[in-house]
């Protein structure tokens, strides 16, 4: 069974950065895309950026462009999103999504900015 865990989250001030990680097991991963969402309590879940293994491509949301940084190590079995000067409206739950033949979704790490 595929499983997903993120790490990584926590607590900085405005202009800080984190550095997410997702460690995937239970599958093969080559053919997946892969990708961070986030959702703030009351909202709806929204695509960060994403990436393909094979494909050598690339998203990101207009709202992250130039900030944050989506990479992979098929080796690891691992994607992570390195988000720098981070802004209060960051703050949010980041989860981690492996997309096949069907969705895989990590549980979850908590990322909180405050200016």
């Known amino acids: 069974q595929v499983q997903l865990v993120e790490s990584g989250g926590g607590s900085v001030q405005a202009g800080g950065s984190l550095r997410l990680s997702c460690a995937a097991s239970g599958g093969t991963f080559t053919s997946y895309a892969m990708g961070w969402f986030r959702q703030a309590a009351g909202k709806e879940r929204v695509l960060v950026a994403a990436m393909s293994w094979s494909g050598n491509s690339s998203y990101y949301a207009d709202a992250v462009k130039g900030r944050f940084t989506i990479s992979g190590d098929n080796a690891k079995n691992a994607i992570y999103l390195q988000m720098n000067n981070l802004r209060p409206e960051d703050t949010t739950v980041y989860f981690c999504?492996?997309?096949?033949?069907?969705?895989?979704w990590g549980q979850g790490t908590q990322v909180t900015v405050s200016s």
């Open positions: 999504q492996a997309r096949g033949t069907r969705d895989y």
